[in-house]
């Protein structure tokens, strides 16, 4: 049992569970490697449906940009230059939301709040720690409770439902070269709009494009709308995420106005422990770290997502 000068601190004041009435036994070091190569996956339909809507809209946006603007332009370098540019954007900014959807955004285990395992930390006397009363756990610093995720999550920025998944410790890098993506690639294909309006209105119509005018002209609009509604988004969230990232407070630690009992890092220390490693190219590939992993379902109490 813990000394009575070790306190244990939540919102309803739960007592300590027991072995046999916690959600998860806490985990070993064998679990916690079987962990890491398990794929993470939140099970919520809003943030699915939103996750499948990005990825049509940004294949409608390589539709156009291929088959409506470049395929048919009598310019090859213009077309062939332009078409790689575009479409590595795109994949780059795919696979950035994959990483963000399937990585682990940084969760504590669920149910580890147990006599067993408060013995294990060898507190000292007198010392403070912080129970989830939501999912039972031993709740670190800066770690917050997501009601979606049913879990407490490591430097918790926000729950974004376009990636179908919590923005934290684990996962910040590829939300950030996410969102830098889309906005890239939103520029491009905006520009691209532009240059083709441009050609059809002083050539013929049916020689711009392999479809009819009035089809060309309504994929173009709503290509023009799509490109700004997710410029004007992605801009915003990357420039408040890396502002995030240089003071080292958290989106949820800002909006409640908490304040800051870690030490701070200096900008450089915050995007080097984000992006790992001194400034290089490697920050703005979204492929580090990424190992192929089998499928394996497994269920848990209480909580939306499965792990593969």
């Not at 679990?31 to 993470?40: F, K, M, Q, T, Y």
């Not at 190992?291 to 593969?308: A, C, D, I, M, W």
Request: glycine share 6%; aromatic share 10%; proline share 6%.
């Amino acid at each position: 049992m813990p000394s009575p000068g070790h306190r244990l601190r939540d919102v309803e004041h739960h007592p300590l569970l027991s072995e046999s009435d916690a959600y998860d036994s806490a985990p070993s070091s064998s679990s916690e490697a079987d962990g890491a190569d398990r794929v993470w996956f939140i099970r919520d339909g809003c943030g699915v449906v939103c996750a499948v809507l990005t990825w049509l809209l940004v294949v409608y946006a390589d539709f156009v940009v291929t088959f409506v603007m470049l395929l048919p332009s009598k310019d090859f370098w213009y077309a062939v230059l332009n078409g790689v540019s575009f479409n590595c954007l795109a994949v780059l900014a795919l696979s950035s939301h994959l990483r963000t959807m399937l990585t682990d955004p940084g969760a504590v285990p669920k149910g580890n709040a147990t006599k067993e395992f408060m013995e294990s930390l060898q507190l000292k006397p007198g010392e403070v720690i912080y129970k989830c009363p939501k999912c039972c756990c031993i709740k670190p610093e800066r770690a917050h409770h997501c009601s979606i995720c049913k879990r407490c999550i490591r430097k918790m920025d926000h729950h974004c439902p376009w990636v179908n998944n919590c923005v934290g410790e684990k996962n910040q890098r590829f939300f950030v070269l996410f969102t830098m993506y889309i906005a890239l690639a939103s520029v491009h294909a905006l520009v691209l709009c532009g240059l083709q309006f441009i050609s059809c209105v002083r050539g013929q119509w049916t020689e711009c494009s392999g479809f009819s005018p009035p089809v060309t002209v309504i994929l173009l609009i709503f290509l023009c709308l799509e490109g700004l509604l997710f410029f004007t988004f992605t801009a915003v969230m990357f420039g408040t995420q890396i502002h995030s990232i240089c003071n080292d407070e958290t989106e949820i630690e800002r909006l409640k106005s908490e304040k800051p009992t870690w030490e701070r890092r200096l900008r450089w220390e915050g995007m080097k422990s984000v992006f790992g490693g001194p400034p290089s190219l490697l920050w703005m590939n979204p492929f580090v770290g990424f190992r192929l992993r089998r499928l394996q379902t497994r269920p848990r109490k209480g909580g939306p997502e499965f792990s593969v």
